[in-house]
């Protein structure tokens, strides 16, 4: 069954350093997501993005971050300037048709020092 | 708007005994529920959905939810769990383009 794969699996990086974490979705989806879960929280909504644009966003997703399909297959979440409140289980998800399950990678965990 | 009630954080159930995970919703456009399990050091698997049709609807590792306009929950159940089904589960539901997740249930079997 085609899965969803992000990379790295765990990611350390120092304050105010920025950051990329890489997803292939699944390769005939339409749709993308980015989701975050900070340790003993729930899973939060950041972004979603189809046809080459931002559909929707919430509040946490500020001028820090940004999302960019740079070719066909991968979809990357960058963080410019990483803050410690970041840190946090980044997943990545995909489906084809809106209202659809999203299909989710097995996350990054990033961790900043 | 949307959310989502789990009000358990923590449940703890004997192996072949059954178990109910509530979970209760509200959203102000039409309903797409799911839930999704979470296994140690994993990532989130879809476990069920609804999205329309049969209001009882079941997953292949025995579990099944029922979604409830009237109450507006998709209590999870099992009649007898196993050892393997230690894992968080998160019950989700879909308005426009995003899930939102409820707080999650921690299931631990006790051997």
């Known amino acids: 069954e085609p899965e969803v794969t992000q990379t790295p699996s765990h990611q350390v990086t120092q304050m105010g350093q920025e950051v990329i974490l890489r997803c292939v979705p699944i390769?005939?989806?339409?749709?993308f997501y980015w989701y975050r879960q900070i340790l003993g929280q729930k899973v939060e909504f950041l972004v979603s993005?189809?046809?080459?644009?931002?559909?929707?966003k919430s509040e946490i997703f500020d001028d820090q971050f940004s999302v960019e399909r740079p070719d066909g297959s991968n979809f990357t979440l960058k963080i410019r300037s990483t803050k410690l409140e970041d840190s946090a289980m980044y997943f990545c998800?995909?489906?084809?048709?809106?209202?659809?399950?999203?299909?989710f990678g097995d996350g990054t965990r990033l961790s900043i020092l | 708007a949307q959310s989502v009630t789990q009000l358990d954080s923590q449940v703890p159930v004997f192996e072949e005994a059954p178990v109910e995970l509530r979970c209760n919703y509200s959203s102000s456009v039409s309903v797409y529920l799911f839930w999704y399990v979470q296994y140690p050091n994993q990532g989130l698997q879809l476990l069920l959905k609804y999205l329309s049709g049969s209001t009882l609807v079941e997953s292949i590792n025995g579990f099944e939810a029922e979604f409830n306009k009237s109450q507006t929950s998709f209590h999870l159940r099992k009649p007898s769990v196993h050892i393997s089904d230690t894992a968080e589960y998160f019950c989700a539901v879909r308005g426009n383009e995003k899930l939102t997740f409820g707080t999650g249930t921690r299931l631990t079997i006790i051997p």
């Open positions: 993005f189809y046809n080459n644009e931002i559909s929707e």
């Open positions: 998800a995909s489906t084809l048709k809106g209202g659809q399950p999203q299909h």
């Open positions: 390769s005939n989806h339409l749709y």
